[in-house]
């Protein structure tokens, strides 16, 4: 067996002030997708309202849209699939992040309790250790199972159809504008080569911007990386904070940083990734990996 499941109980914070989040830690599931604000007891948190985003009546009733068609597709989901076949795929990044927490808002609408669908996670000696920290606030958040495999995602998925051969398809927060994600469909087979298993991305219209609209407009908790300059997150070996957001008097960062150099740089010579002008420079922070 390859996998190791914490449940939400179990699971312990070591960093909780890379997260961002305006719920203190301790917030019940019943109240985790609630989009009503209050401040938290937490002082190690920060206040969504740290990063102020002004949120049009136009922008607000497209990000409505969204969701209702995201919850459609759950509705073709759960036509097809029953919920114990059913899986999600967490990398600790936003556009997860925003599905996470479309399919804990929906499951609580329609009464299915959120263990029912399990969290797949990959872990990475390379991973940022912030990223790790918010895969755990989340699981408690959200009050869900978490189920940790290592090595790739091709590879994490074999061991668990091996070892959770009910699980038939994989919720994944992929977006059309993804690599290798232009041409894929909501619901799609893995390839011939990959473990068989059923992609649900219901993700796949939205951009860049909707994202962190959706995020602002919900009070969703995100990784404190995305405050610092970072807009993809890949490994620490490979991701930098996105030079277009770099304020012209700052030095370019280095990664692998001593973390709290690294923040506190970050703090003071990026902006957020929620003011990328242009969201086809989404990934200039990713290295080319040898």
């Known amino acids: 067996m390859n996998k190791c499941c914490i449940q939400t109980q179990q699971a312990t914070l070591t960093k909780s002030s890379n997260i961002v989040d305006i719920y203190s830690s301790s917030s019940s599931s019943s109240n985790s997708s609630s989009s009503s604000s209050r401040g938290s007891s937490n002082g190690s948190m920060s206040n969504d309202d740290d990063y102020p985003v002004i949120i049009t009546e136009a922008t607000r009733q497209h990000i409505e849209r969204r969701v209702r068609a995201a919850y459609e597709f759950f509705d073709r989901v759960l036509r097809l699939y029953d919920v114990s076949q059913l899986i999600f795929c967490f990398n600790g990044g936003k556009d997860c992040t925003v599905l996470l927490d479309l399919l804990m808002r929906y499951c609580r609408e329609h009464g299915i309790a959120s263990r029912q669908i399990p ?3 990959i ?21 869900v199972n978490l189920i940790k495999y290592k090595d790739s995602l091709k590879v994490a998925l074999t061991h668990m159809t091996e070892d959770m051969p009910r699980i038939k398809a994989v919720f994944v927060g992929s977006r059309n504008t993804d690599p290798y994600c232009q041409h894929l469909q909501p619901m799609q087979k893995t390839d011939s080569d990959w473990p068989d298993i059923m992609r649900l991305n219901p993700l796949l219209e939205w951009s860049y911007h909707d994202i962190w609209h959706y995020i602002h407009m919900h009070k969703v908790p995100y990784c404190q990386l995305y405050a610092q300059g970072y807009t993809s ?12 957001l770099q304020h012209s008097s700052c030095s370019p960062a280095k990664p692998a940083a001593a973390p709290a150099a690294a923040a506190a740089a970050a703090v003071a010579c990026f902006k957020p990734a929620w003011e ?13 990996r040898k």
């Not at 872990?123 to 009050?143: A, L």
């Not at 997150?233 to 277009?244: A, V």
């Open 233 to 244: 997150i890949g490994y620490r070996s490979n991701t930098l904070p996105n030079p277009h």
């Open 276 to 288: 990328l002008a242009d969201p086809t420079t989404e990934r200039a922070g990713r290295l080319n």
């Open 119 to 121: 969290m797949l996670y």
């Open 123 to 143: 872990e990475s000696d390379d991973s940022f250790p912030e990223i790790d920290d918010f895969v755990v606030h989340c699981v408690r958040r959200y009050d």
